[in-house]
Protein backbone atom coordinates (compact mmCIF):
# COMPACT_ATOMS: atom_id res chain seq x y z
CA UNK A 1 0.00 0.00 0.00
CA UNK A 2 2.04 3.16 -0.69
CA UNK A 3 -0.83 5.26 0.36
CA UNK A 4 -0.42 7.40 3.29
CA UNK A 5 -0.42 5.60 7.10
CA UNK A 6 -0.87 6.40 10.43
CA UNK A 7 -0.51 4.63 13.41
CA UNK A 8 -1.77 3.57 16.27
CA UNK A 9 -5.42 3.72 14.54
CA UNK A 10 -7.16 4.13 17.80
CA UNK A 11 -5.68 5.11 21.13
CA UNK A 12 -7.46 5.87 24.63
CA UNK A 13 -5.77 6.83 27.44
CA UNK A 14 -6.84 8.64 30.46
CA UNK A 15 -6.91 12.15 31.08
CA UNK A 16 -3.55 13.93 32.05
CA UNK A 17 -1.54 11.20 30.10
CA UNK A 18 1.17 12.06 27.03
CA UNK A 19 0.34 10.66 23.90
CA UNK A 20 2.16 10.50 20.26
CA UNK A 21 0.48 9.58 16.89
CA UNK A 22 2.91 8.96 14.03
CA UNK A 23 2.31 9.46 10.44
CA UNK A 24 4.15 8.51 7.10
CA UNK A 25 3.30 9.91 4.28
CA UNK A 26 3.69 9.01 0.31
CA UNK A 27 6.84 8.36 -0.65
CA UNK A 28 8.83 11.57 -1.98
CA UNK A 29 5.54 13.77 -0.77
CA UNK A 30 7.24 17.02 0.23
CA UNK A 31 4.75 18.28 2.59
CA UNK A 32 3.29 16.86 5.40
CA UNK A 33 -0.41 17.97 6.97
CA UNK A 34 -2.11 17.53 10.59
CA UNK A 35 -5.77 17.72 10.79
CA UNK A 36 -8.45 17.14 13.37
CA UNK A 37 -11.81 16.31 12.92
CA UNK A 38 -14.84 16.39 15.40
CA UNK A 39 -18.05 14.51 14.75
CA UNK A 40 -20.15 15.82 12.70
CA UNK A 41 -17.24 18.68 11.31
CA UNK A 42 -15.13 18.53 8.40
CA UNK A 43 -11.11 18.65 9.14
CA UNK A 44 -9.79 21.64 10.99
CA UNK A 45 -5.78 22.36 10.03
CA UNK A 46 -3.54 22.06 12.58
CA UNK A 47 -0.15 22.53 11.18
CA UNK A 48 2.18 21.34 8.20
CA UNK A 49 5.38 20.98 7.04
CA UNK A 50 7.56 20.88 3.96
CA UNK A 51 10.33 18.69 3.82
CA UNK A 52 11.67 19.06 7.61
CA UNK A 53 9.85 22.61 8.02
CA UNK A 54 6.90 23.54 10.39
CA UNK A 55 5.89 26.24 8.28
CA UNK A 56 2.60 27.29 9.87
CA UNK A 57 0.68 26.41 12.84
CA UNK A 58 -2.95 27.22 13.78
CA UNK A 59 -3.83 28.64 16.58
CA UNK A 60 -5.99 25.41 17.47
CA UNK A 61 -2.19 24.25 18.26
CA UNK A 62 -2.22 25.01 21.84
CA UNK A 63 1.32 24.65 24.02
CA UNK A 64 0.28 20.99 24.75
CA UNK A 65 0.55 20.08 20.95
CA UNK A 66 3.70 20.03 19.34
CA UNK A 67 4.43 17.97 15.74
CA UNK A 68 7.78 17.39 14.37
CA UNK A 69 9.11 15.84 11.00
CA UNK A 70 12.98 15.42 11.90
CA UNK A 71 14.38 13.83 8.22
CA UNK A 72 11.52 15.15 6.03
CA UNK A 73 9.65 11.78 5.68
CA UNK A 74 7.76 10.78 8.78
CA UNK A 75 6.07 12.94 11.20
CA UNK A 76 4.79 12.72 14.86
CA UNK A 77 2.30 14.44 16.42
CA UNK A 78 2.45 14.71 20.38
CA UNK A 79 -0.13 15.70 22.32
CA UNK A 80 1.06 16.14 26.46
CA UNK A 81 -1.56 16.31 29.25
CA UNK A 82 -4.42 15.33 27.11
CA UNK A 83 -7.90 16.49 28.10
CA UNK A 84 -11.34 15.31 27.05
CA UNK A 85 -11.58 18.03 24.81
CA UNK A 86 -8.76 16.45 22.63
CA UNK A 87 -11.06 13.26 21.71
CA UNK A 88 -11.17 13.05 18.31
CA UNK A 89 -9.59 11.77 14.90
CA UNK A 90 -6.71 13.07 14.11
CA UNK A 91 -5.85 13.09 10.29
CA UNK A 92 -2.42 13.17 8.09
CA UNK A 93 -2.55 14.48 4.70
CA UNK A 94 0.65 14.36 2.77
CA UNK A 95 1.27 16.24 -0.66
CA UNK A 96 3.97 16.62 -3.95
CA UNK A 97 3.83 20.59 -4.20
CA UNK A 98 4.27 22.17 -6.79
CA UNK A 99 3.69 25.91 -7.96
CA UNK A 100 -0.13 26.18 -8.11
CA UNK A 101 -0.42 22.30 -6.88
CA UNK A 102 -1.06 20.94 -3.47
CA UNK A 103 -3.36 18.05 -4.09
CA UNK A 104 -3.31 16.40 -0.13
CA UNK A 105 -3.75 12.78 -0.17
CA UNK A 106 -5.44 11.62 3.63
CA UNK A 107 -4.24 9.12 5.56
CA UNK A 108 -7.50 6.41 7.58
CA UNK A 109 -6.58 8.64 10.64
CA UNK A 110 -5.65 8.02 14.65
CA UNK A 111 -8.93 8.37 16.47
CA UNK A 112 -8.10 9.33 20.33
CA UNK A 113 -10.67 9.16 23.05
CA UNK A 114 -9.34 10.55 26.14
CA UNK A 115 -11.52 9.06 29.53
CA UNK B 1 -15.27 27.85 11.67
CA UNK B 2 -18.42 27.67 13.73
CA UNK B 3 -19.88 24.43 14.86
CA UNK B 4 -22.70 23.74 12.90
CA UNK B 5 -23.57 20.26 15.35
CA UNK B 6 -24.15 16.93 13.96
CA UNK B 7 -26.72 18.20 11.48
CA UNK B 8 -25.41 17.88 8.50
CA UNK B 9 -26.89 18.66 4.58
CA UNK B 10 -28.33 14.60 3.55
CA UNK B 11 -29.50 14.62 0.31
CA UNK B 12 -31.15 10.94 -0.23
CA UNK B 13 -31.42 9.52 -4.42
CA UNK B 14 -32.03 6.86 -5.86
CA UNK B 15 -29.34 4.11 -7.32
CA UNK B 16 -29.23 5.75 -10.90
CA UNK B 17 -29.87 8.92 -10.40
CA UNK B 18 -27.78 12.20 -10.94
CA UNK B 19 -26.90 13.65 -7.58
CA UNK B 20 -25.78 17.25 -7.18
CA UNK B 21 -23.99 18.76 -3.82
CA UNK B 22 -23.66 22.04 -3.21
CA UNK B 23 -20.88 24.28 -1.03
CA UNK B 24 -20.32 28.03 -0.48
CA UNK B 25 -16.97 28.61 0.24
CA UNK B 26 -15.85 31.77 2.47
CA UNK B 27 -12.67 33.20 1.45
CA UNK B 28 -12.64 35.08 -2.18
CA UNK B 29 -8.69 34.91 -2.20
CA UNK B 30 -9.11 30.85 -2.06
CA UNK B 31 -8.19 29.87 -5.80
CA UNK B 32 -7.99 26.03 -5.11
CA UNK B 33 -11.05 23.92 -4.51
CA UNK B 34 -11.02 20.48 -3.86
CA UNK B 35 -14.33 17.59 -3.51
CA UNK B 36 -13.32 14.81 -0.27
CA UNK B 37 -15.76 11.28 -0.07
CA UNK B 38 -15.50 10.35 3.48
CA UNK B 39 -16.81 6.71 4.48
CA UNK B 40 -18.04 6.20 7.96
CA UNK B 41 -14.39 5.49 9.81
CA UNK B 42 -12.34 6.51 7.42
CA UNK B 43 -9.81 9.60 6.26
CA UNK B 44 -11.32 11.93 3.44
CA UNK B 45 -10.57 10.59 -0.33
CA UNK B 46 -9.79 13.19 -3.22
CA UNK B 47 -12.45 13.16 -5.60
CA UNK B 48 -11.47 15.64 -7.99
CA UNK B 49 -9.96 19.27 -7.68
CA UNK B 50 -10.83 22.98 -9.57
CA UNK B 51 -8.33 25.71 -9.78
CA UNK B 52 -10.05 29.06 -9.51
CA UNK B 53 -8.75 29.86 -13.71
CA UNK B 54 -11.59 27.27 -14.71
CA UNK B 55 -15.43 27.18 -14.18
CA UNK B 56 -15.45 23.18 -14.71
CA UNK B 57 -13.90 20.44 -14.33
CA UNK B 58 -15.29 16.81 -15.50
CA UNK B 59 -13.56 13.12 -14.26
CA UNK B 60 -14.71 10.08 -13.92
CA UNK B 61 -18.43 10.26 -13.29
CA UNK B 62 -18.04 13.63 -11.48
CA UNK B 63 -18.24 17.16 -12.50
CA UNK B 64 -17.06 20.12 -10.38
CA UNK B 65 -18.40 23.54 -11.30
CA UNK B 66 -17.06 26.89 -9.53
CA UNK B 67 -19.07 29.75 -9.69
CA UNK B 68 -16.74 32.87 -8.11
CA UNK B 69 -18.89 35.19 -8.70
CA UNK B 70 -21.37 33.83 -5.70
CA UNK B 71 -18.37 31.58 -4.18
CA UNK B 72 -20.48 28.49 -5.14
CA UNK B 73 -18.86 24.84 -5.88
CA UNK B 74 -21.19 22.16 -7.08
CA UNK B 75 -20.11 18.39 -7.71
CA UNK B 76 -22.51 16.41 -9.31
CA UNK B 77 -22.31 12.57 -9.63
CA UNK B 78 -23.82 10.96 -12.51
CA UNK B 79 -25.48 7.82 -12.32
CA UNK B 80 -25.27 7.29 -8.35
CA UNK B 81 -24.19 4.00 -7.15
CA UNK B 82 -25.06 2.61 -3.83
CA UNK B 83 -21.21 2.45 -3.25
CA UNK B 84 -21.44 6.66 -3.52
CA UNK B 85 -22.82 6.68 0.06
CA UNK B 86 -20.57 8.89 1.97
CA UNK B 87 -20.09 12.14 3.44
CA UNK B 88 -18.95 14.90 0.87
CA UNK B 89 -16.55 17.37 2.24
CA UNK B 90 -15.69 20.57 0.10
CA UNK B 91 -12.42 22.32 0.76
CA UNK B 92 -10.83 25.67 -0.38
CA UNK B 93 -7.09 26.65 -0.33
CA UNK B 94 -4.86 28.55 -2.22
CA UNK B 95 -4.66 31.93 -1.90
CA UNK B 96 -2.83 33.40 1.09
CA UNK B 97 -3.93 30.22 2.88
CA UNK B 98 -1.50 28.25 1.06
CA UNK B 99 -0.82 25.12 2.67
CA UNK B 100 -3.69 24.57 4.74
CA UNK B 101 -7.90 23.66 3.76
CA UNK B 102 -10.66 24.63 5.28
CA UNK B 103 -13.42 22.39 4.46
CA UNK B 104 -17.04 22.98 4.27
CA UNK B 105 -20.05 21.78 6.33
CA UNK B 106 -20.27 18.55 4.90
CA UNK B 107 -23.25 16.62 2.90
CA UNK B 108 -24.54 13.05 4.09
CA UNK B 109 -25.18 11.13 0.59
CA UNK B 110 -27.74 8.15 0.79
CA UNK B 111 -27.92 6.25 -2.12
CA UNK B 112 -30.95 3.51 -1.77
CA UNK B 113 -30.89 0.57 -3.95
Known amino acids: DTGVSQNPRHKITKRGQNVTFRCDPI?????LYWYRQTLGQGPEFLTY????????KSRLLSDRFSAERPKGSFSTLEIQRTEQGDSAMYLC?????????????FGPGTRLTVL | GESVGLHLPTLSVQEGDNSIINCAYS??????FIWYKQESGKGPQFIID?????DKRQGQRVTVLLNKTVKHLSLQIAATQPGDSAVYFC????????????FGQGTILTVHP
Open chain 1, 93 to 105: ASSLFKTGVDTQY
Open chain 1, 27 to 31: SEHNR
Open chain 1, 49 to 56: FQNEAQLE
Open chain 2, 27 to 32: NSASDY
Open chain 2, 50 to 54: IRSNM
Open chain 2, 91 to 102: AEGGGTSYGKLT
